[in-house]
């Protein structure tokens, strides 16, 4: 089987209008080149000419028959037989022309992936929507750099070129779009050597609607870089329960202390604290379950104790919580009565005591929904 200096992989959902000049454009680019090289058309499942079109200019064809632009991009790269592979939307808005700048970057500096930056190159006027440019890839791109230590300046850029054996090491799942965002979290994660250079882009030549949808899209790209880092979520999450229930047994041992004209551990800070316990119970259980179902990294050790208590345990501590819960409520409800129902100064003290039940009741139950979905996971399979 032959193989080449570079693959091309172009992913195509029904792209005929736009086909002929891409492709044309790449051979060109291409033939400038000292370098073997092949073109490949991932069709993902187009009721147009696009496969008729793509064969007549040379193209070798590869069928993925699951949806999805992640989808068409892994069988292409799978099906591939270049040492790197280049890929780039077939819409005609990546200019093609950098495409030998990108592949002799990656051999001189022996560079793991090249990322044409639009954002460090010119932008044509009506290229990018103004959402896209000025908020969703500054704030995903700076995610990223942040969770995954890494230097981009766009994230979002779908013309990029790599190792084949680099990639193979990454182990990129994503079906949808969000695989441009997994491709370079998981580059960063194998601490691959990611350069970009100024690229741009243009308005795309198709006169339909692009297969982007600016919100749904949007959302399924920062819920997978947030659930590539549930160490962000452990930790938030601990440093707020850590930091509320210190300060809830401060506000007991001192009650409500004066300082100037504030009054601080009174009542509004004691439901303060309540909210801040619940958010960081959320955010610890959240990371909880990518732990379970996603990541192979390893939580802190009182997370993995946590994690492996059995659910018998889990469901006695529930039940003796909702007893204790239940009691406590009854217990001052006949308070109240003996009072016939007057205003009566526990304020306080309910605090408190919901306080201490809902945190650990919230808790366990959070733990057994995990243990629960886990088992139904194990089932599946």
Not at 91 to 97: I, R, V
Not at 248 to 271: A, C, N, R, W
């Amino acid at each position: 089987m032959k193989q080449y200096d570079l693959s091309f992989v172009f992913p195509c959902l029904n792209e005929a209008e736009t086909i002929p000049v891409v492709i044309q454009e790449l051979k060109e680019v291409v033939e400038k080149m000292d370098i073997s090289s092949e073109i490949i058309l991932s069709d993902n499942g187009s009721i147009d000419d696009s496969v008729k079109l793509a064969e007549q200019l040379g193209c070798r064809i590869i069928h993925a028959t699951q949806k999805g632009y992640g989808e068409a991009l892994k069988k292409g790269f799978q099906e591939a037989r270049g040492k790197y592979i280049a890929f780039a939307d077939i819409d005609g808005s990546y200019p093609l022309k950098y495409l030998p700048k990108m592949y002799q970057k990656a051999v001189d500096e022996n560079a793991d992936m090249v990322v044409a930056s639009r954002t460090k190159g010119r932008i044509e006027k009506g290229a990018m929507p103004f959402l896209h440019r000025w908020l969703g890839t500054p704030v995903l791109t700076g995610l990223i750099n942040f969770l995954f230590r890494g230097k981009l300046s766009d994230c979002n850029s779908g013309f990029r070129l790599f190792k084949k054996e680099a990639y193979e090491k990454w182990q990129v799942h994503s079906s949808g779009m969000e695989f441009a965002s997994e491709l370079l979290i998981k580059a960063l994660k194998n601490k691959a050597k990611i350069v970009e250079i100024p690229a741009g882009l243009r308005p795309d030549k198709r006169s339909r609607a692009p297969h982007l949808k600016t919100w749904r899209d949007g959302m399924r790209h920062l819920l997978f870089i947030l659930s590539e880092s549930p160490q962000l979520f452990e930790r938030v999450g601990l440093g707020l329960i850590g930091i509320s229930t210190l300060l809830e047994v401060l506000s007991i041992l001192t009650g409500p202390v004066h300082l100037g004209q504030m009054v601080i551990f009174d009542y509004h800070s004691k439901l303060i604290l309540l909210g801040l316990m619940m958010l960081g119970l959320q955010s610890y259980l959240f990371s909880g379950a990518i732990y379970v179902f996603k990541s192979s990294e390893k939580p802190f050790k009182i997370t993995s104790m946590l994690l492996a208590l059995k659910q018998e345990i889990l469901f006695s501590i529930c039940i003796v919580s909702i007893l204790f819960l239940i009691l406590s409520l009854l217990g001052f409800v006949v308070f109240w009565a003996k009072n016939t129902f007057h205003n009566i100064d526990v304020i306080h003290l309910l605090l408190d005591v919901l306080y201490g039940l809902l945190s650990v009741l919230m808790f366990s139950f959070g733990l057994i929904q995990i243990h629960l979905l886990k088992c139904l996971k194990v089932q599946s399979k």
